[in-house]
């Protein structure tokens, strides 16, 4: 687990001051509330069986390893994300068939696949996970609102290797609960920040994958300079990726010249007519190392 001293450039206010979490408004606060309504219907017979058959795995194979495809080669890893629409954009691809974009994926150089499984505003599923998992060998990231660890015993059963956790959608103390859940059932939790305050709560939940999302979930808004900002401020030893708004190479590049070990890309690859195309592109950007803290 990282040290919250390993992140010297932070400002000592920032990493000593008690949280001041708020919980999350606009769009990102109605999404979590459906979140929350959706699995408050769950019964508890339900859950019990989720976690039974999560135990069963532990004496299985594990996932395959999402932040060591992360780090594999000289180059920035490209998550390509299967995704039919989102709230920013509206819909992008109705009609795509999961398991035929994820081998457009695999064969093209993506080193994982995130997959949404939000189905009121992105359209996806479990069903997707679980398609896409059936088609191809490497690492799933499982993309949603996860709140619960109801979420992530279904993700695990389903395939994935790695759950995304945003830290403006949880309060420090449940952000580390749900990261240490997933660990235990075979899960790399992947820690979405958006400021030096959220780094620390990153931090604390012991982060080994740490996203930096340029998208404002509440307004949705994309600011550049926020990558540019935290990218930097990870500690060497992590996994740093940037999120939204990688539409080329440049940005590709923009996102190394910052640190990031690799990016999550969804709409530009979702919506093009062929996706091995634009992740060609996109793939193999020299990585360039952070200063070490």
Known sequence: MPNLTDYSRISPEVQDSPSNWTPPQG????????ARSLLAAVSAARRSELERAVAALASGPAAPDFAAALRAGPSVAVIAEVKRRSPS??????????STQALAYASSGAAAISVLTEREHFGGSL???AEVRAAVAIPLLRKDFVVDRTQLWEAR?????GVLLIARALPPAELAALAAEARAVGLEPLIEVRSEAELVAAAAAGARVIGVNQRDLETLQVEPAVTARLLPLIPAGLVAIAESGIRSRADVEMAANAGADAVLVGTVLSAAIDPSVVL???AGVPRRARRAH
């Open 27 to 34: 769009v990102l606060g109605r999404i979590l509330a459906q």
């Open 89 to 98: 954009r509206g819909v992008i691809n109705a009609g795509i068939a999961a």
């Open 127 to 129: 069903a997707d996970l």
């Open 157 to 161: 059963l389903t395939g994935a290797s």
């Open 280 to 282: 060609r592109e996109l």
